[in-house]
């Protein structure tokens, strides 16, 4: 089973200001990992699959990168309706599909 | 507009049954693969159970395999899961979500459904 660790648990970052969130995989998935978004009493959202593909309606300043087993997601000016918690996922080798514990990105 | 709309959650004690509904709108159902993905309160997302578009290729996280039953029916458009001998760790709250492909699922296109809150308790 591949295990996905997010870093940081927590984030403090000011609007305006570069997010960088970070996955890891235990083992390599290439490119198969997607990201999203949960705002609290909601259902999470699809941010980037395939490591670097926004989904629609995602704006560009969300960008994901990586391959392998290290991955990012940034954004690149953070907005109020930005701060959440963001979840990564692979999809490479499965089952099961695996996500990581979470970021919770706050205003600073 | 895709809709999913998940129902029939609720409380159980703790060894009891639930059936879990997901009605599809929107789109094609039979073209994609859907799952279960689970959130207990205040912690991450926990993928449950996937089954292929056809109906005809299942799978399970180890911590429900044995116990769950994924199916679907598809001119309902509806997907269901069958959760017996449930236990407090089953606790959650229980989305559906479709895939990418007919097969794979890989991952939760938007949009997901709301949710429906299951808990285990005695």
């Known amino acids: 089973e591949i295990v996905m660790t997010q870093s940081p648990a927590t984030l403090s970052v000011s609007p305006g200001e570069r997010a960088t969130l970070s996955c890891r995989a235990s083992?390599?998935?290439?490119?198969?990992l997607a990201w999203y978004q949960q705002k609290p009493g909601q259902a999470p959202r699809l941010l980037i699959y395939?490591?670097?593909t926004r989904a629609p309606g995602i704006p560009a300043r969300f960008s994901g990168s990586g391959s392998g087993t290290e991955f990012t997601l940034t954004i690149s000016s953070l907005q109020s309706e930005d701060f959440a918690v963001y979840y990564c996922?692979?999809?490479?080798?499965?089952?099961?599909?695996?996500f990581g514990q979470g970021t919770k990105l706050e205003i600073k | 507009e895709v809709q999913l709309l998940e129902s029939g959650g609720g409380w159980v004690q703790p060894g009891g049954s639930l059936r879990l509904s997901c009605r599809a709108s929107?789109?094609?159902?039979?073209?994609?693969?859907m799952a279960w993905v689970r959130q207990a309160p205040g912690k991450g997302l926990e993928w449950v159970s996937t089954?292929?578009?056809?109906?005809?290729?299942?799978w399970y996280a180890d911590s429900v395999k044995g116990r769950f039953t994924i199916s679907r029916d598809n001119s309902k458009n509806t997907l269901y899961l069958q959760m017996n001998s449930l236990r407090a760790e089953d606790t959650a709250i229980y989305y559906c979500?479709?895939?990418?492909?007919?097969?794979?699922?890989?991952?939760?296109?938007?949009?997901w459904g709301q949710g429906t809150l299951v808990t285990v308790s005695s």
């Open positions: 089954m292929s578009g056809r109906g005809g290729t299942t």
């Open positions: 929107g789109f094609t159902f039979t073209s994609y693969a």
């Open positions: 996922q692979q999809y490479n080798n499965w089952p099961p599909y695996s």
């Open positions: 395939g490591a670097s």
């Open positions: 979500a479709k895939g990418e492909f007919l097969d794979n699922w890989n991952y939760a296109r938007d949009p």
């Open positions: 083992q390599s998935v290439n490119i198969n």
